[in-house]
Structures are given as structure tokens and as C-alpha cells.
């Protein structure tokens, strides 16, 4: 079984949070998300993987010790590569100041605020319960 990770990344926006949905490229078909990738063979942890992924696809550097776990994951099958995928969840907060270069992999990026993120803003129902998880953590901790 392969590994990926998921992280949803907020920012703060005057008193309220934001969270950064991406829009894949039209290869991957043009669909709204939260950050994801797959474990590689070089990485160390699966925190160190969520902190490279947020790098490369949105250029923002988050430090390991910003990224929390949700302690929670999803396990799917992906029909086009034939493979079982472990996605592990991670969320973190960035700066109001967070600038977003998005990656080739990716067509367009948003800022929602949270209190609007809707099911049908992702493609996946995963990404949604991801948010979900991770929104409700953060209003537990206000």
C-alpha cells in the first residue's frame, strides 16, 4: 500500500481563517483541493512529507513544527493507477503574508473563508471531511 498525505492549509484573515483551495491542471482534471502528494522514498516522516509538499505546491515554507496532525486517514483505491493509497491528514496555519506560487500540477489556486467551504467546493468528499476534521480542531482550540 502507498502512502500520500493531505494537508489543509489556513490563514488568518482578520479574525476569521481562510483555507487555500488548489484547482488541478486540466491533465488531472480541473477540480478544486486541498494539498496532496505521495510519500516518497527519501522522505523521513510523513510531516516532513507535508512540509514538502506544502513547498512545492504553493512555494510557502511551513516549519515541521507549524504542521499538525489530524491523527486520521483515509485509505481508497486509485482506479487509474490500480493502486491502494494510505492518504494520511495534516492541517496547518500560514501568515496573512503567505505568498502562492502554485505548481505546474496545479491551473489555479483560491482563498475561501472557512465558514463559507461548501462540499461541493472539492471534488473529492475526502478533501471535505479533511476540512471538516481540521476546521473543527481549530473552533475547538478558540
Known amino acids: 500500500m502507498s502512502e500520500k498525505v493531505q494537508i489543509i492549509l489556513f490563514k488568518k484573515q482578520s479574525n476569521s481563517l481562510e483555507v487555500l483551495l ?34 512545492e505546491e504553493t512555494s510557502i515554507v ?39 506560487i502554485i505548481s505546474l500540477e496545479h491551473n489555479d489556486f483560491k482563498w475561501v473563508p472557512a465558514k463559507e467551504i461548501r462540499e461541493n467546493d472539492f471534488h473529492f468528499k475526502s478533501n471535505f471531511d479533511g476540512f471538516c476534521r481540521a476546521y473543527q480542531v481549530l473552533r475547538d482550540k478558540e
Open 22 to 55: 488548489l484547482q488541478t491542471n486540466k491533465t488531472r482534471g480541473l477540480f478544486w483541493q486541498n494539498i496532496t502528494g505521495g510519500v516518497e522514498s527519501y522522505d523521513q516522516s510523513l510531516i516532513k512529507t507535508a512540509a514538502r509538499e506544502i513547498s
Open 62 to 100: 511551513v516549519p515541521v513544527k507549524s504542521i499538525n496532525s489530524l491523527e486520521y486517514s483515509y485509505q481508497y483505491f486509485d482506479q487509474n493507477r490500480q493502486i491502494n493509497y494510505t492518504e494520511h491528514l495534516f492541517y496547518a496555519i500560514v501568515k496573512n503574508t503567505s505568498k502562492v
